[in-house]
């Protein structure tokens, strides 16, 4: 499929590994930067969605979607798992799930914009009833937009173009294709944060807008690589 993300706003915590890795399946390994792990908040538009090769699906020109993620490796091969998925429509989260195997929740989600300002609230629809509150303001013209530099914070997080994913306990990996990261850095303040309970999230690192990007996003297939190896520890700095 193909999908354009635009309005990305990115938040990112540091992590206590030992509450994070609870939530990650026994097949992949639980990835780290400078001995800290991560869990990131990333909420953008989606418009349009299309098929590779065909129109725009008819109402699902832009929705919004929030998702929460972490940062692992399977053998060598750093990656994102994600531990939730909250989209405004139904048809993406079914999609996702049946396709993808990933957690999509449709959730009950109100997004405030402006110039500089976006603010979101989301509230699962599951019997958990999690919950987040963050607000965003962008920099807009006062500061530089940039591509995050090679062993950078910024660039282990951003730059990964591989989903994981178990089905049947069966680890699979999804590859996304598209141009390099360019972001900018954003102020965020977090309201309600009771879905970020689970997993250990503890000190904001920082926030950060990201430009519109289309991206190509293809079928899962079971990992090629060995679940586990010497070098599969993380390898940054």
Not at 158 to 172: I, K, S, W
Request: with cysteine; proline share 7%; net charge positive.
């Amino acid at each position: 499929m193909e999908q354009t993300w635009r309005d990305m706003m990115m938040v990112h915590w540091r992590a206590d590994p030992n509450k994070l890795a609870r939530h990650v399946p026994n097949k992949l390994q639980l990835d780290l930067f400078d001995g800290h792990a991560y869990v990131s908040a990333v909420l953008f538009a989606v418009d349009p969605f299309r098929l590779r090769g065909m129109p725009a699906v008819r109402g699902m020109r832009r929705f919004w979607q929030l998702n929460l993620r972490t940062y692992v490796r399977c053998g060598a091969t750093p990656g994102v798992y994600f531990l939730r998925l909250d989209t405004s429509r139904a048809w993406p989260a079914q999609l996702g799930r049946l396709t993808y195997a990933l957690p999509f929740e449709r959730a009950e989600m109100a997004v405030l914009e402006d110039r500089e300002h976006l603010a979101v609230g989301v509230v699962s629809r599951t019997g958990d009833k999690a919950s987040l509150s963050v607000g965003f303001r962008r920099a807009g013209h006062r500061m530089p937009w940039y591509e995050p530099m090679e062993g950078s914070l910024d660039a282990w997080l951003l730059n990964r173009y591989t989903l994981f994913a178990t089905a049947f306990g069966v680890v699979v990996e999804t590859r996304v294709v598209h141009k390099p990261w360019v972001v900018q850095p954003a102020e965020a303040r977090v309201g309600d944060a009771r879905m970020l309970a689970p997993y250990g999230c503890e000190e904001m690192a920082f926030a950060c807008a990201a430009e519109t990007r289309t991206a190509r996003i293809g079928l899962p297939h079971p990992a090629r690589h060995p679940t586990h190896s010497p070098d599969s520890r993380s390898l940054a700095r």
